[in-house]
Nanobody
């Protein structure tokens, strides 16, 4: 089993930056595809970015391309989301996700609020 704990959320002005971290407990972190999702009030959960177990590629939602960067450090069992040029529409609860075969784990989420 994998437990995920997000950190780094907060309140920031538009145009600012935040870096989210997701620390994973348990073994075999390096075998999981990791992703960041977000859910804004009244909306469904959407994929923001993902990175495979090897870190060899990345995938982003069109709305964050060129502004957000996902990365992982398998030695530290941690995945990151660097968020630059933040916009008010980026306001949401951000969730970390670990996925492998039929296994699917979620963190508790961290709030990101971007003021205009």
């Amino acid at each position: 089993q994998v437990q995920l704990r997000e950190s780094g959320g907060g309140l920031v002005q538009a145009g600012g930056s935040l870096r989210l971290s997701c620390a994973a407990s348990g073994r075999s972190f390096s075998r999981y595809r990791m992703g960041w999702f977000r859910q804004a009030p009244g909306k469904g959960r959407e994929l923001v970015a993902s990175i495979p177990s090897t870190g060899s590629s990345t995938n982003y939602a069109d709305s964050v391309k060129g502004r957000f960067t996902i990365s992982r450090d398998n030695a530290k069992n941690t995945v990151y989301l660097q968020m630059n040029s933040l916009k008010p529409e980026d306001t949401a609860v951000y969730y970390c996700n670990a996925r492998r075969l039929y296994l699917d784990y979620w963190g508790q989420g961290t709030q990101v609020t971007v003021s205009s």
